[in-house]
């Protein structure tokens, strides 16, 4: 169920503090895989109904940071607060990831299941509903992203840009306080990124939570409320998007977006 | 060739009863055994030290299973077992339909677990990936998600095991179980007609295995489902009808 808040992209000038804790809060976050440094005193919040795309050149470590989040990737420094509190070192990662959802770019759909139970799997084993329940919830955010006409299709039978959507309805059904997005356009065909794309700003206006790491400038302009540019492992800067777009003030974020 | 049918029927038909008997129940049961040792082996290192001492300890056992019983002729494990339970219990044998089980289980098990193995790994970390970051345990992504995907991949080499039982239950024969080639060898005592009784033998055994390996195939086929799929119409379906439509498809 998405959360029908009302601060969403209108309020895209408040602080953190006007509008309470943030979500998730990320402090002197550093990650290396052996002597080779991916993230370095990385510093950011969500709140509740940001929309935040974050932005870079490749191998500049926006997945690592997107997988420490979760806690798919154990940070060497630093510490990933859940409302205040200190998940750094959960021993039961899956409770977290029960409410931080992610979306993957190669989408991950379970090959072995439908559409529909790609959809259930979660609300039941990790919720226990009911499978009348879970079929309904499914039903409902199958619709949303318009893939309730493909409930018995097989992930195989579907078109990337079908499987992205379904994908995005089987986060959904876990009700996430945040949904975190890792590049999900990037396996597509050109003409199928603009369904997934319409799909996710769909529910940026329902006033979902998302961390959207992506290459579509014309998404991050347009949807985000809060942009940030990461490169050699570090935020080089972050602001609105007219900060970001129409005013950067480094010299590396002017040179990326003049590529991009 | 026919008189030694017709006048040994019965005692063929309970030496292939003995024999599937064998080959299903052990390629079975060394399923399961090869199933946990898979699971066993997959479960992320435990961040606890105590924790992990203990899985490095099953971890051993378990590899030393497997070596020792792939290294070693079932034939030497049958003698091995059936007349090491003999010592150990004052001379009294198991009885040797029990003996003949366990025997073909924990040897189909020790391979059997290294196919299991080969089947999780084979799976796209991304499916791990996706149960994971629903909130799924490793036990909850491992049979919702990837053992039906493994065991589908493996049922091949699965099928394989179960042929390859069929013929190596012959060699129960040193422990006297009554398995096929068992019965063989007592017609050939009493008739002295040995080669038409091996040919007759061998022809069982081929139709036996020929015929598990088609029907095997068939369930392959099945397991894959149908081609096509369903996509429904603009009507306005509740809930019901959909999950319907999602069974059926
Ligand atoms: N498991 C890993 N082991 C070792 N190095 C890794 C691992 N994962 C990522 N890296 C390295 O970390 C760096 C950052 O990778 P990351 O995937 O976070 O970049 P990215 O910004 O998402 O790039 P892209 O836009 O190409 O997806 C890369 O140099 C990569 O090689
Ligand atoms: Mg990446």
């Known amino acids: ?260 | 060739m026919w008189n030694i049918l017709s006048e040994y029927y019965i005692d063929i038909l309970i030496g292939v009863g003995y024999t599937m008997l064998v080959a299903l129940i052990g390629t079975v049961v060394g399923l399961v055994i090869g199933v946990l040792i898979g699971v066993y082996r997959t479960i992320p290192d435990p961040k606890s030290k105590a924790a992990l001492v203990f899985k490095k300890i099953g971890d051993y056992i378990l590899t030393a299973y497997v070596e020792i019983f792939r290294g070693t002729p079932m034939m030497v494990q049958a003698m091995v077992i059936f007349w090491g339970f003999a010592e150990l219990n004052g001379g009294r044998t198991l009885n040797v339909t029990v003996s003949g089980l366990i025997i073909v289980s924990i040897n189909t098990g020790a391979y059997m677990a290294e196919i299991v193995r080969g089947g999780i790994i084979s799976i796209d970390k991304g499916q791990f990936e996706g149960a994971h970051a629903l909130g799924l345990t490793h036990t909850q992504t491992m049979f919702n998600v990837v053992l039906p995907q493994a065991l589908r991949n493996i049922l091949p080499s699965v099928s394989n095991e179960f042929i390859i039982n069929i013929k190596d239950t012959s060699v129960l024969n040193v422990i006297g179980f009554t398995e096929l080639f068992f019965v063989a060898k007592d017609i050939v005592t009493q008739t002295y007609k040995t080669f038409p009784t091996y040919l007759l033998v061998a022809i069982v055994y081929f139709i036996l295995t020929f015929g598990i390996s088609m029907l095997l195939r068939f369930v392959e086929r099945k397991m894959d489902g149908s081609k096509n799929y369903k996509v429904l119409g603009s009507q306005n379906l509740d809930a019901e009808s959909y999950a319907r439509e999602a069974r059926n498809g």
Do not use: W, Y
């Not at chain 1, 919040?45 to 940071?65: A, R, Y």
């Open chain 1, 1 to 260: 169920m998405v959360e029908n808040s009302t601060s969403n992209i209108q309020n895209a000038n408040l602080t953190a503090d006007e509008i309470g804790q943030p979500i998730v809060k990320i402090e002197h976050l550093g990650k290396s895989f052996g002597d080779h440094i991916v993230l370095k005193d990385i510093d950011f919040s969500v709140c509740k109904g940001d929309v935040t795309c974050v932005i870079g050149p490749s191998g500049s470590g926006k997945s690592t940071l997107l997988r420490c989040i979760n806690l798919f990737e154990k940070p060497t420094v630093g510490r990933i607060l859940f409302h205040g509190e200190d998940v750094t070192a959960a021993r039961k990662p899956n409770l977290l990831r029960q409410k931080v959802g992610m979306v993957f770019q190669s989408f991950n759909l379970f090959n072995n299941l439908n559409v529909l139970h790609n959809c259930t799997l979660g609300p039941r084993k990790v919720f226990k509903l009911s499978k009348a329940d879970a079929e309904q919830l499914a039903i409902k955010h199958l619709k949303t992203v318009g893939m309730d006409a493909f409930v018995n299709a097989k992930p195989r039978q579907l078109s990337g840009g079908q499987k992205q959507r379904v994908a995005i309805a089987r986060a959904l059904c876990m009700n996430p306080e945040v949904l975190l997005f890792d590049e999900p356009t990037s396996a597509l065909d050109p003409e199928m990124v603009g369904e997934v794309l319409a799909a996710m700003k769909t529910l940026a206006e329902n006033g979902l939570t998302m961390i959207v790491v992506t290459h579509e400038m014309s998404f991050a302009r347009e949807v985000a409320n809060h942009v940030v540019f990461m490169d050699g492992g570090v935020i080089v800067e972050e602001g609105t998007p007219q900060q970001i777009f129409e005013n950067p003030q480094e010299e590396r974020t002017k040179l990326f977006l003049s590529r991009n």
